[in-house]
């Protein structure tokens, strides 16, 4: 699959830190350079054949539709589309006009993930978000008008704004706008963001773990009665609209990221990133040279990440998988780590995959890291 980062954004939300010029110069450079990469790295895939293709990062949708449309006809020279290929595009809810949509609906392009975070216009002000609750539902009721389906919305659990009752009402909306995939995340106060500056001088207070446990939880329960698979700790889907973009990064499939901040993975044992800087990247991709760095993942590491990221997902971590992949003195020490959990329910094994039963998800994190080797 191929992942392309796009290094422009408009807005700085109040958990985000990065805002790239969208200057008409720097868009034709970037995407100039971000399809030069393309080429170079053409040969990096082992399988030609996508899957799936994701226009992903700062704000995608500020392209306009013909430029989407150049980067997939350059994706194409040199790979080709499974029948099924699912081709995403993040947008914010201000940028899903009638006009942006109707070029759109005419592109390859067939889901959309719209970041539109809450219903509610007081956490969207918290958020420092551009849009406000009308606009969040009526871009989503205008994009399935031009006939796309197939829609993701991120949603925002846990602001010190919000309530158990209006979280009841944003999943309720949700339900009513016939969404069929839901990525849902609790508030987190980053560093250097507008929100911990106001939780800072006391204008907000800090998000509760007790109260985000408690909406994470009736979400689960609100979603499995809507017939919402839960597949991953943050990602509910219908069936038939599982993500199979962040699927693949689950399971471990090798992936190509284009642009700047880009990050891939060969399948096995190789990491590699592009620079972050944009001047860098454009300068180095137009010499021909990649603008890219990489690591070779340790055992160690290999095995951290498997349990991190299999153990947050319902098909857990494929235990034949890993006993064929590392040294036995790592699968006794990770046999020795599962007994106690097993025995206190954290754990189970079912089929021959460690799994976290559900209700133990909102703690997924932490089981995992008790398991780390180091």
Sequence with gaps: MIYIHIPFCKQKCSYCNFHFSTSLNFKEEMIAAMKREIFLRKDELQNKNLQSLYFGGGTPSILSGDEIHSLIDEVLKYFSFDRDIEITLEANPDDLDKHFLKTLSGSPVNRLSVGTQSFFDEDLRLMNRAHNASEAEGSIKRAQDFGFENLSIDLIYGSPTSSLEIWKENLNKTMALEIPHISSYALTVEPKTALENWIAKGKVVNPKEEEQNKEFYYMIDFLKDHHFEHYEISNFAKPGFHSKHNSAYWKYNEYLGIGPSAHSYNGFDTRSWNVANNPQYIKKIHAGLLAKEEEILSKEDQFN?????????????????????????????????????????????????????????????????????V
């Excluded at 025995?343 to 089981?367: R, S, V, Y």
């Design 305 to 373: 990440e498997m349990m991190m990221i299999g153990l947050r997902t319902v098909w857990g971590v494929d235990l034949e998988n890993v006993r064929n992949k590392f040294p036995e003195r790592m699968i006794e020490k990770l046999y020795t780590g599962i007994t106690h959990k097993l025995e206190d329910g954290l754990l189970t094994i079912e089929n021959d995959h460690l799994k976290i039963p559900e209700k133990h998800w909102f703690m997924a994190d932490g089981i995992a890291a008790d398991l780390f080797i």
